[in-house]
């Protein structure tokens, strides 16, 4: 572009005025490039023709786009006309190819996972800390990235700065959720597959925790005897004597609410539970008379269980394994415990079917086909087992096992 074109100045664009009579100045530069100076602003166009029609660029407002950038982009949009590349059309594909662009991030697609597809299939606790767990650790290196652009060397960086912190565990849940956005990614085409397969094997083995619990009948029998003893809140006191009759996981049943329940065929129907299903849960004639005497206390609440510190909220995640605790049982037993003390027992002594038992604790149990069971399977034989396995811990109680309590010198 010549210099004789460029007939404007820094001096004359600021020193231009909207008309005081409401007509608009067109300050020429030359070559198509104008400034458009209007009662709201001032604003940069260029006037050229393309297949013989006359169009209009749009360049920016003045000061944020100054005099130097105008006609650099003047420039560039000539440059486009000589290729026989219509300008504005040129943007409106720009733009397109960004927005695309920022739809295939790794970031948008978790983010679109997050809410597709694992909100509805893990439960309402989980999906929170995988949702910070992306937040945290994912997305400030692999977040601004195509999906498609990542491999695994990437990925692995990510993981390691996190291994090096002694986070093993979480690594290896960062793994899994990487894998699961690069799953969803593939099947939508965004990604070819996902690159975690390569990295299989490369950390080390997570820490495993074993959740303290009790399994042989003397244990048992103390165990139960002593939480009998409890002398805290009512509302944790009843939650810790349902405890072992459920063996739900703790984050299901300190959210059990009044309307979930059925009086007449004596079931907790609950909609999620941590694998995203839901369950129908046999309540025992014990869990009956204890969920009665909860309705006395708390029968005009939501929540079954709620806590004590605030109104709307069900019962903290820690107040049974808090309670059991006070009770000098920490090490021996906690909230998670109930789970595996039932299923060994059930197993080993009651003699029932795996697949009843891991059905009945929210485990997904598949058919032949690898299709997961509905909620309403083997219902009767979970009911029988329910008040089987009830019957049982109440017998172990009873005074002719000649047993005390576990804990000492409670004060």
């Not at 002593?226 to 509302?235: L, N, R």
Request: aromatic content about 8%; charged content about 25%; some cysteine.
């Amino acid at each position: 572009m010549t210099r004789a074109a460029n007939k404007l100045t820094e001096t004359a664009i600021r020193h231009a005025t909207f008309s005081r009579f409401g007509k608009r100045k067109k300050l020429a530069d030359g070559a198509g490039l104008f400034l458009d100076v209007q009662k709201a602003g001032r604003y940069w166009r260029m006037k050229y023709r393309y297949s013989g029609k006359e169009k209009l660029l749009a360049l920016g407002v003045y000061p944020e786009v100054s005099l130097k950038e105008a006609r650099v982009k003047r420039d560039e949009a000539k440059r486009l006309l000589a290729n026989n590349i219509d300008p504005v059309a040129h943007r409106q594909r720009e733009k397109v190819a960004q927005i695309k662009a920022s739809a295939t991030t790794f970031k948008a697609v978790a983010l679109e996972w997050l809410e597709q597809v694992h909100k509805k299939n893990v439960g309402a606790t989980t999906y929170p800390k995988n949702e910070r767990r992306l937040e945290m650790y994912a997305y400030p290196k692999l977040g601004r990235f195509p999906i498609s652009e990542i491999e695994p060397p990437d990925v692995l960086a990510v993981l390691r700065e996190i291994e090096s912190k002694g986070h093993v565990d979480n690594a290896h849940r960062l793994k899994t959720l990487v894998g699961q956005v690069f799953r969803y990614a593939a099947s939508t085409g965004r990604a070819q597959r996902d690159v975690t397969a390569d990295l299989r094997g490369i950390l080390p083995a997570p820490n495993v925790k074993h959740h303290p619990a009790v399994t042989t009948p003397n244990e048992i029998a103390a165990m139960l005897r002593t939480i009998d003893t409890y002398w805290g809140s009512p509302t944790v006191c009843l939650a810790l004597k349902v405890s072992p009759y459920v063996f739900l996981r703790p984050g299901n049943l300190r959210q059990m609410r009044w309307n979930e329940i059925d009086w007449k065929t004596k079931t907790w129907t609950t909609d999620t539970t941590k694998n995203g299903e839901p369950l129908i849960v046999p309540l025992a004639d014990q869990v009956i008379e204890l969920l009665h005497e909860l309705e006395g206390i708390n029968g005009n609440r939501e929540w079954v269980f709620p806590s004590g510190h605030g109104r709307g909220r069900p019962m903290s995640e820690n107040a049974i394994t808090a309670a059991l605790n006070r009770l000098e049982l920490q090490g021996v037993m906690t909230a998670h415990g109930f789970r595996a003390m039932a299923k060994t027992v059930l197993t080993e002594r009651l003699g029932f079917r795996t697949e009843i038992i891991e059905m009945q604790m929210a485990h997904r149990v598949r058919d032949v086909h690898g299709r997961a069971y509905n909620r309403t399977t083997w219902l009767p034989e979970r009911k029988s087992m329910m008040q089987q396995w009830a019957d049982y811990l109440d017998n172990l109680k009873k005074p002719k096992n000649n047993l005390t309590p576990i804990h000492h010198n409670i004060s």
